[in-house]
Structures are given as C-alpha cells and as structure tokens.
C-alpha cells in the first residue's frame, strides 16, 4: 500500500499556525531583553553597542529602589494575607455543604472577571472616605482582592487531592479537628499553599490598575513607576526593569513548577 | 489464671496541680495490659432521608470480648461502629462505655482505637511517627512514647520497620502498622472496620489469628466488623449478625452455627438445607410431616405447636449420603451435581417422588470428608438420612 | 508520678474536664465562622462595597437622580467611545481565536516534551507584567524598532516605516497579545475532554486527515470554541492599560474614560454611571458565558 499520502502537506499546517503564534507570542520579550543591555539611549534594533549602564541607573536610582522595595514589601504581605484568607474559604467549600455555596463561589471568583478598572476606581473612592487613599494598608488590601480568589482556587484544588478519611483517623485517634489538620492535612498540602503563595506575590508585584488608583507618592510601587516613566518616554532604563521582571515570572515559573512536581508526588500518596 | 497487670500507670485526676498534663510511663516490662471496657448500646436508630440505616439496635459487649458485628452490605454494621466511634450522631439512642454515656462526646475524646479499612495511614509520616501520633496528641512524654511505639511494634511483628513510609509497605504490613497504631495508646475498646478485605485468602487467615492473639494479650474489647461469615465465626467469641439494619441474632459462634434464630442467619452463616413442614405431634422429639408426606423427627429447643407451619434447616454436612436401600434413609434421590473441594465433597440431590420438602430449592445438598473416598458421579441413586437432632427449627414466624 | 494499681477499667472519664469540654464547644459552634468569616467580611468590605458605592455614585448627587444616564444616552461621544470598545473587542477577538485555535489543537495532540515547550512559551508571558508586554510592543512597533526595521532596511518591503504604534493597529496587537494565553489555555482546557479516538476512527474509516479533522473534531470542539470567544470577548472590553500606551487618541475605551473621570475630571457620578455600563455590559456577557459552559458540560456528559 505505497500510495503518496496527499495530505503530508496538510499535517504540518497547524504546527506552521502554531510556531508562527509562539514566536508572535515570545519575540517581544526577547527584544526587551538586548534593548536593556544596549549602549546608547536611542531605541533601535539591533541595538548597538553593549552595555550595563541601564542596569546601574535602575540600581542607582532612589525613586526606583523606593518603588522596588514597596512592592516586594507589598507583594510578601499581599502573599500572606491572600494564602490566609484563601486557606480559609478553602477549607470552608472543600468540608461544608451550605444552601449559598454556588452564590459564595461566585462572589469570590468575581473579582477576576470585573473588569478591573471599575475594582479600582471603588477602592480609590471608599479609601478616601476612610483615610486609606495612598497608604500602604490600602495597597496590600487592593492587591489582595485580585489575588486571593486564585489562592481559594489553587489550595482548594490540593484539598481535594488529600483524602478525608486521613483527617478522620486522626481524630479517631485522639486528635482534635485543628491538631488533625494541622498535623495531617496541611503537610499533605503544603505544595499548594507554597503556590499560592508564590504566585500571590507575583501578581501583586505586576499589577498595575489597581496600583495606580490608590498608591500615592510615599507608596508608589514599580508597576506604577514604570507606568508613569512609559507613558512619556521610552528610556531604556525601563527595559533594564522590563528585563529583571521578566526573569522574576520565570523564577517564579520555575519554582511553581517544581512545586507542581512536589504536589502531585504528594498527592499520589495521600490518594 | 491471674495475671497481675499495671493498669495504663496515670496519676488519679487528669491534670497536675500546676494545669498541665500528667506524664504517663509505662514502667512494667510486662506486654501492656488495657483492661477493656464493656460496652452497652441502647436503641441505636439511624436514618439517612428515607432509608433506615439503623433500626432500634441494643446490644452489652463485655469487657474483653471479641464481638463481631457480621451482615451483608447496607445491613448497618459499619454505621454501628462509626456510632460507636463517634463519627456518625445517631438519630435515638445511646451508647456507654463502661459506666459513661458517650453519645455526646465527639469521637477524639473518647479514647478509642480504630483500624479502618483503608488503614489511613499518614503518608508523609514513618511508621514510627504514625504509631506514635495517638500517644503525642495524648501528651506522653518522648521516652513513653519511644517505649510504646517500640512495644507495639514488636506486637505487630514489625520491629525494624519504624523509618519506613506507608507508601513502601505491602498490604499486609500497612494494617499491621494500622494496628499497633490503634493499640499503642491501650485504648479499653477496639473497633476494627473490615481491616482485612483489600488482602488476599492466606494473608487474610495468617492476620486473623495474629489480630486474635494480640487482642487476647493486651486484653481490650473488640468491635469487629465483616462480611466474611469465616472470619466471625473464626475469630469471634461472640457474633451480631444484622441485616437491613436490624439485628437477626446474637450468639456464639457455635450456637449460632448450629441453631440459627432465622432463616437469614441460617443461610448467612454456612449453607444450609430449608426444609418446609407441619408440626405433626409433640412427644419426646417433635414430629413434623412434609407437604410431600415425609415424617421427620426434628430437634427439640424450641417452642412450637401441633398445627405450625415451619421452615427447618439442615446442614449439609449432617446429611449423610446412604446406599438406597439403607435403613437409615429417610428419602431416596439421585445425584444432580457432583464438586469436588479437595477435603470435602459436594453433592446435591434431587429427592425422589412427588413435591419436594425443600423450600426454595429443588436439591438437597450434602457435604461429606472425602477422605479418599472416590466421587459419586451424577445420576447415581442414592438415600440421604440425618439425625433428628440435626433438623432444626427455625424460631422465625411464619407467614 | 504516682504508680497506681487498680483492679478495674481505669480510663479517662471520656467526656475531658472543663476546660476540655469548653474548647470542644467552642469549636463546633464558632469553628466553621472562623474560617469563613474573614474571607467573607473582606469580600464584602472591599469588593462588594466599593463596587456597590460606585453604582450608588452613579445615581446619587446627593439625592437619586438619572441625569448622568441621561447625559450618557444622550450625547452622541459616549456612544461613539462604546462603540470603539466594542470594535476593538470583537477585532481583537477575533483575532485572538484564529491564533489561539490551531496552538490549542497542538497542545492536544503533541507529545509530552513538545507540549511542555509549547506550555513555557504561553506560560511566560502570560506571568509577565502587563506593562513589560506594553513596552515591549513599543519596542518592536515604533518607527525605528524590529518590525519596521526589518520591512525597510532587511527586506526593503516598503519604502517608509509603516505606523504601527498609537494608533488602533497598536492596540490590536497588543490586545491579542495579552488575550492569547488566556484564550489558549481556556480552549485547551476544553479541547482536552475530546476524544480523539473519534477522529482515528473516522479516518479508519476512509476519512482522509483534513476531512477527518473537519468532521469530527472541528464540531465536537465547537462548544468550548463558543465558551471561549465569549470570555475573551467579555475581557477584552474592560482593558484599560493596553489602549493607553499603545493607542491614539481615537482608540479611548470605556475603560479609560471611566478613569479620566475619576482620576481628571473628577466627575464621580458621570464616571460612575460609565463604570456601571462597563459592569453592566460585562456582566451580561459573563452571563452568556456561564450559560454556554454549563450547555457544554452537559452535552459533554
């Protein structure tokens, strides 16, 4: 049966389509990258020239590093205040059957389908008449709206990979509901905590609407920094930040993944 | 036989002076003894939505006995137990132990050890560690909890394996750990939820005895919950067989066997032959006459009237296979079927003649030692004959 | 520590001391609170109000009136800035679903290290920061950056750089850009529960690939294909970075007006009356999504 397969060409049309929107996909991160380590200031590409002096100007330079340190500050007490609050609900929908479940899961997935203009603009004005506006509690409480949802989403899913009857041995064998969950379920689903966590801090690190309606000088965060400097020029300084952001989602990538590795080899025990 | 046993050494009220919790030791090389509590339950009832899962149950289980709690599927058994356990609020009804009502109290305070089916091993945690979480949630000190956790594994014949994590045990191994952990603490009750269904036929036997001699030693009360009638009857000193979450009898094992209260138990516990018939006259043994006009002597033991209308059972290895024209024979037939089980040898008969007395059942079987015997192949006839002793009546009301 | 012998069961008294029972008490009637309540009250106070607040704005001044609807529907320039979300919505759309289709339709067929390749090439950018992915297209789409460089100096397609940048081109790219990860992922996410033996089968039967794909796969994925346009078609509508750096000013979305009003203008009413369209609009369209994926589980079933 040696007949010429006609329809060789056709196979490889999708992976043409795909490569093609991959590299639509990666390439304007990878021109970033060289920008930042360009010599001169003007933007061109190919750059010419190399150098690290844009790297030293984003180091050296006060409102950068002020705006640094607020968000990583930010983006740790965003992590644990959104893990908290999610571990919580978590718990709540994985163990409780109650008549307002669906409207509950609903309520804490809306922040990520407003759009988020409209979750900014109402914290902007609610902060005002509470003294919030520009401060740091402010801050961390507009980011952690965005982000616990997925933090319910993610330790909800490693709940469920952990059996129940586990919890029930232990409290069968002497301990009460919070030492059996401390002792038994939470190491099971510590992986998925430590996501949670991780990408908590990553969003609250990116996230740029939000920021711009309630920071104010003394708490500008990066994003916002970065907001401000782009809209009126394109110094290169901001593609040095742009460089260092990108390689912090892929640490963060990374990490997540390897994570990921951690939670199911748990998982597949505890099953 | 008196064995002088330290209790669980612990200090007279449950907490020091200064608040804290009593350091408990075990300083007796002896095998720890747990004295075990008796346990009364009082008009158990349990419904889920409209099926009763749990019908009005009341049984005593006295200290240090193995009862077995033995029924099909949905028959209510596991509900008792987790009752009992506290894990499941039972719509009425009570249950103590000892002299305390625990009903109220939620299961982590009620000092029991449980092994559970799926063991429930804690995967991220050694065999040591497991064994020792009931004494560490007890506040035991390290050096306690280092001696019990090493006596009980020598119980469980798993010393050597305290580094080891579940995920790298056999099955065999995993309930054995289970075991020794429900144990450690000298808990007065055991309940033990089908521990041995996910293991296969030899492993399951060499189990049964040890979990046997274990609970023998450390002398606490077991709940034990099967469906496999060998098991009960095996291990138990008394069994509670239920169905549809009442409870059709409760005996020993050999009473149980040999004089079944109701014709579930009958079929339950072994097989058994049902013969229909009407009492006929009451003397020395009661006669009863079949619908096909056979006079049968059957045991005394129950109360009965001329004029009832009975169901008998008869097991099979009581009836004995005959030449046809043995005096012996109460009935003629022929061989339909003919198994052969290695030590025993299996036939059912097709009687001879008329309606058959059988109810529910067109042959009579019988079982017989082989003991190099050679097989009766089918269609060979035969008489079948049994001591009147052996056909009992089944106390059960008839429609 | 006092040895005592006793002759008869010696266990604890099971119901615990006071204190024992008090904690037990406790915790079964202000456990389950405690777990739910604070994720609840902060939703509430930091959700549902101001959201609540910025709809009550939008008829308040200070008493209950309609005038900033009014003025909405009346002038002609709102209508004009809703009609340009929506048109850049649906471009972006659907450019967003032909890219994403045929890398979707990989993702499902490839093998394990292909699709982990693949994964990292969505996943990065995906996690990347909104504004970099701006930045970045700034880069690449200004007169003297790598697309134009290339048409002109490599290629010598065109004589003059062509305008990529602030102006509605830019946006577009840059709004497909940002929707393809979530688009792929989603209709990934949804392709995967296709059975593919379906299609080797119709090609067992004759089917050649192309026909095969068409008749099998193609419908069988059009549920999720529907689900997904409609969930980035409702997030394409609320973007308010993308079209500021990237766009003109003809290219004003919804979005971006309600933030001039609140942040420039300072006419909260009016801003809110905007934003309560946008959530209006989104929340119809979210509607619509949560409708097709409840159909598509059900037809999957």
């Known amino acids: 049966m040696s007949r010429g397969d006609p329809f060789a060409a056709t196979r490889w049309v999708p992976w043409v389509l795909g490569a093609l929107v991959l590299v639509f996909l990666a390439l304007p991160l990878f021109v970033v990258i060289p920008t930042a380590f360009s010599a001169s200031s003007l933007l061109r590409f190919p750059p010419r020239g190399w150098s690290l002096r844009w790297f030293h100007e984003y180091f050296a330079s006060d409102p950068w590093m002020r705006a640094t340190l607020v968000s990583v500050k930010a983006g740790i007490a965003v992590s644990l205040l959104s893990t908290l609050l999610g571990l919580g609900l978590a718990i709540t929908f994985d163990r409780f059957t109650f008549r307002g479940r669906n409207i509950l899961r609903a309520l804490v997935m809306a922040p990520l389908m407003v759009p988020v203009v409209i979750i900014g603009v109402g914290l902007y004005v609610v902060f005002l008449r509470v003294g919030l506006n520009g401060s740091f509690l402010g801050l961390v409480i507009g980011h952690t709206v965005v982000t616990f949802p997925y933090a319910t989403v993610v330790i909800g899913a490693s709940l469920a990979e952990v059996d129940k009857r586990l919890e029930q041995a232990a409290i069968g064998l002497g301990a009460n509901p919070v030492r059996a969950f401390s002792e038994v379920t939470l190491p099971l689903i510590a992986p998925g905590i430590a996501i949670s966590a991780l990408f908590g801090f ?58 990921r590795r951690a939670l199911r080899r748990t998982g597949d025990a505890a099953a | 036989m008196s064995v002088t046993t330290f209790d669980r050494v612990t200090i007279e009220q449950d907490h020091m002076p200064d608040g804290s919790k009593p350091v408990t030791a075990n300083t007796s090389p002896t095998p720890e003894r747990s004295p075990g509590a008796a346990i009364t339950l009082s008009t158990l009832s ?38 009992v356990a506290g894990f499941v609020k039972a719509d009425r009804g009570n249950v103590a132990l000892g002299q305390a009502d625990i009903t109220r109290v939620p299961p982590y305070r009620r000092n029991i050890g449980m092994v559970h089916q799926s063991y429930a091993l804690f995967p991220h945690m050694t065999v040591e560690r497991n064994v020792a979480f009931p004494l560490r949630m007890r506040g035991f000190s390290r050096d306690a909890i280092a001696q019990r956790v090493a006596h009980a594994l020598a119980l469980v014949q798993l010393r050597g394996y305290e580094t080891r994590l579940p995920a790298q045990l056999s099955g065999g191994q995993q309930q054995r750990v289970a075991l020794a952990r429900a144990l450690v603490f000298a808990p007065p009750l055991l309940l033990m939820d089908e521990p041995l269904g996910a293991l296969d036929k030899k492993l399951r036997v060499e189990l049964q005895s040890e979990i046997k001699r274990i609970q023998r030693e450390i002398g606490s009360t077991m709940l034990y919950v099967t469906h496999d009638q060998e098991e009960a009857l095996s291990m138990s000193d008394r069994i509670v067989v239920m169905n549809h979450g009442r409870i059709e009898q409760v005996d020993t094992p050999s009473r149980m066997y040999e004089r079944p209260n109701t014709r579930f138990v009958a079929d339950f516990l072994g097989t058994s032959n049902f013969i229909v018939a009407k009492v006929e006259a009451i003397g020395d043994t009661v006669l009863v006459r079949t619908e096909s006009g056979l006079l049968l002597k059957a045991a005394q033991g129950v109360t009965v009237r001329v004029g009832d209308r009975l169901t008998l059972s008869l097991r099979p290895e009581r009836v004995r296979v005959l030449a046809p024209e043995s005096s012996h024979a109460l009935a003629r037939g022929t061989v339909a079927e003919a198994a052969f089980f290695g030590n025993t040898q299996r036939y059912a008969i097709r009687l001879a003649g008329g309606e058959t007395p059988l109810a529910g059942g067109e042959t009579l079987i019988a079982t017989r030692p082989s003991l190099g015997e050679p097989m009766l192949p089918p269609g060979t006839t035969v008489g079948v004959g049994w001591e009147g002793a052996d056909l009992w009546i089944i106390p059960e009301p008839q429609p | 520590m006092i040895l005592v012998r006793k002759p008869g069961p010696t266990f604890r008294d099971h119901a615990g001391d006071v204190r024992e029972q008090t904690f ?70 659907l450019f967003t679903m032909l890219a994403a289709y045929p890398v979707a339709y990989l993702l499902v067929i490839a093998q394990p290290t292909a699709r982990a390749i693949m994964m990292a090439c969505i996943l990065l950018p995906f996690w990347t920061n909104i504004l970099v992915r701006c930045y970045a297209w700034m880069l690449v789409l200004q007169t003297k950056g790598l697309v134009n460089t290339a048409l002109v100096d490599w290629f010598g397609v065109v004589g003059s750089p062509l305008p990529l940048l602030f102006n509605l081109t830019g946006v577009i790219i840059g709004m497909v850009h940002y929707l393809l990860p979530i688009a792929i992922l989603t209709l990934y996410a949804g392709l995967k529960t296709i059975d593919l033996r379906l299609v080797r089968a119709a090609q067992g039967l004759g089917a050649n690939p192309v026909r095969a794909f068409l ?30 750096l990237l766009g003109g000013r003809t290219e004003i979305t919804v979005a971006m007006l309600v933030s001039t009003y609140f942040s420039d203008v300072l006419n909260w009413g009016f801003g809110a009356a905007l934003a309560v369209l946008l959530l209006a609009v989104t929340l119809v369209g979210l509607t619509i999504y949560f409708a097709l994926e409840r159909n598509r589980t059900r037809v999957a079933a």
């Open chain 1, 202 to 259: 990553l969003v609250s690190f990116d996230e740029v609407v939000i920021a711009i309606f309630v920071t104010g000088p003394q708490t500008a965060t990066l994003p916002r920094q970065i907001w401000d400097g782009i809209r009126f020029d394109l110094n290169p300084t901001i593609a040095a930040v742009a460089t260092l952001l990108i390689a912090l989602s892929a640490v963060v990538l990374l990490l997540g993944e390897v994570l």
């Open chain 2, 46 to 83: 349990k419904r889920y939505g409209a099926s009763v899962a749990v019908d009005n149950v009341s049984f005593a289980v006295t200290a240090g006995e193995f009862v077995s709690l033995l029924g099909p599927s949905g028959s209510g058994k596991t509900t008792i137990l987790m009752m």
């Open chain 3, 24 to 93: 037990d008490r406790l915790l079964t009637r202000f456990g389950p609170v405690a777990l739910w309540l604070p994720g609840v009250a902060f939703m509430v106070a930091f959700f549902l109000l101001p959201v609540g607040w910025i709809v009550a704005q939008s008829v308040l001044d200070p008493g209950f009136t309609l005038k900033f609807y009014e003025r909405l529907a009346a002038a002609p320039e709102y209508a004009l800035v809703l009609w340009i979300s929506i048109k850049i919505g649906l471009i972006s759309t």
């Open chain 3, 215 to 244: 008749a099998v796969f193609l419908p069988l994925s059009l549920p999720t294909l529907r689900a997904t346009t409609m969930l980035v078609f409702v997030l394409s509508l609320g973007f308010y970075v993308t079209p500021a």
